[in-house]
């Protein structure tokens, strides 16, 4: 098992001649945080990896994933996953965000706090711009939002961005603390002048749900990227051939 993200800020600290005082006051963090860093007791947060690795003078995938990146690659000045001889491999977009489940999504939005990243948790790199340091992946689960949305499709969803009709979120039913990915529809007020919304299905076979003063509830995150999978096609063909033979 390699080193983990602690053992390589401090090997890189070491290679640099910085004490752990040294070290957080150019990151400018407190000297408790590299400590805990290096225990592996906490990790920094995706912004905080990347002054970390400039002041180190490495790269956040070295430090993330332990992936050498070639010294040309560095000149250039381009973020790098990795050198196979003479082909360098870039990582797909500039940011990383970390990937969770439909709970952890809701606890992780409870707080204003980026989400930190540490060597268990999954991350997607994406390109997209104006990201906030508090978005998420999240794995779809269900078919509810059949044919678009797959099981094991990733979406990117932003919690600082208020969606507009028609966009996709996921939302908090408190009723039931159920978690859901569903389309926003924003349906006015009732007569107390309370806010409806609701939240549609792309599935016929699933229902409406609805957030009011009776049902109440919030939106986590607006999507913001859908990564599709081939493997989607698969699934659609066994649903048909399901129903033909039933």
């Known amino acids: 098992m390699g080193m983990s993200i602690g053992k390589r800020i401090a090997e890189a600290r070491a290679r640099r001649g910085w004490t752990q005082s040294e070290l957080a006051r150019q990151v400018g963090v407190r000297p408790q945080s590299v400590q805990l860093w290096e225990a592996d007791e906490t990790a920094p947060s995706r912004k905080r990896i990347e002054r970390v690795a400039d002041m180190l003078e490495t ?16 000149a250039r000045g ?8 003479n082909i360098i491999v870039s990582a797909y977009g500039d940011q990383i965000v970390p990937v969770c489940d439909y709970v952890q999504a809701a606890e992780w939005t409870a707080s204003d ?6 060597a268990r948790t999954e991350n997607v790199w994406t390109n ?31 919690p600082e961005l208020p969606p507009q009709p028609g966009d996709f979120v996921v939302a908090l039913l408190e ?21 409806v919304i609701e ?7 699933y229902p409406v749900l609805v957030i009011d003063p009776r049902t109440p ?5 607006t999507l913001v990227e859908h990564r599709k999978y081939r493997r ?12 033909t033979e039933t």
């Open 59 to 74: 790269t956040p995938e070295e430090l993330l994933f332990d992936v050498p990146v070639s010294q040309r690659a560095r």
């Open 78 to 85: 381009k973020r790098f996953i990795g050198d196979r001889g």
């Open 113 to 118: 706090e980026p989400y930190p990243i540490t």
């Open 128 to 158: 997209i711009e104006n990201l906030s340091d508090r978005s998420f992946g999240l794995a779809i689960e269900g078919e509810s939002m059949l044919e678009e949305f797959y099981p094991g499709d990733i979406v990117i969803l932003d």
């Open 175 to 195: 009723n039931d603390n159920k978690i859901v990915f569903r389309k926003y529809r924003p349906r006015g007020s009732d007569k107390n002048g309370q806010p």
């Open 199 to 205: 939240l549609a299905p792309l599935n016929d076979d």
């Open 217 to 221: 509830g919030r939106i986590i995150a």
């Open 232 to 243: 989607r096609n698969r699934l659609t063909s066994l649903r048909i051939r399901s129903r």
